[in-house]
């Protein structure tokens, strides 16, 4: 089984800045991709920012500019850099992993979400 857990989410006024944690443990043989997705009350969920193994980056054009997404392959953890934050960002966070099971899937976790909020 495998489990992420976030870390780092919070209240801060806008223009502030925070940092997400996602850290993964469990029995896999690599994570290939990792990333963030963010729901905001009412919204659909959406895609915020993806790292593949590699490390080439992609952003929703929301965040382009703001926020940085990067990983610690050695610890299996992914973060969020959020700078410039905008009440517009207030949302729950959840990372996902895409790992290598020992039968040669690829599996898709999510973790459990952090709450940002940004008041103005």
């Known amino acids: 089984q495998v489990q992420l857990v976030e870390s780092g989410g919070g209240l801060v006024q806008a223009g502030g800045s925070l940092k997400l944690s996602c850290a993964a443990s469990?029995?896999?043989?690599?994570?290939?991709?990792m990333g963030w997705h963010r729901q905001a009350p009412g919204s659909q969920r959406e895609l915020v920012a993806t790292?593949?193994?590699?490390?080439?980056?992609d952003y929703a054009d929301s965040v382009k500019g703001r926020f940085t997404i990067s990983r610690d392959n050695a610890k299996n953890t992914v973060y969020l850099q959020m700078n410039s934050l905008k009440p517009e960002d207030t949302a729950v966070y959840y990372c996902?992993?895409?790992?290598?099971?020992?039968?040669?899937?690829?599996?898709?976790?999510w973790g459990k979400g952090t709450l940002v909020t940004v008041s103005s």
């Open positions: 469990g029995r896999f043989v690599s994570v290939n991709d």
């Open positions: 790292i593949a193994r590699g490390g080439n980056r």
């Open positions: 996902y992993f895409v790992v290598t099971t020992f039968d040669a899937r690829r599996m898709t976790h």
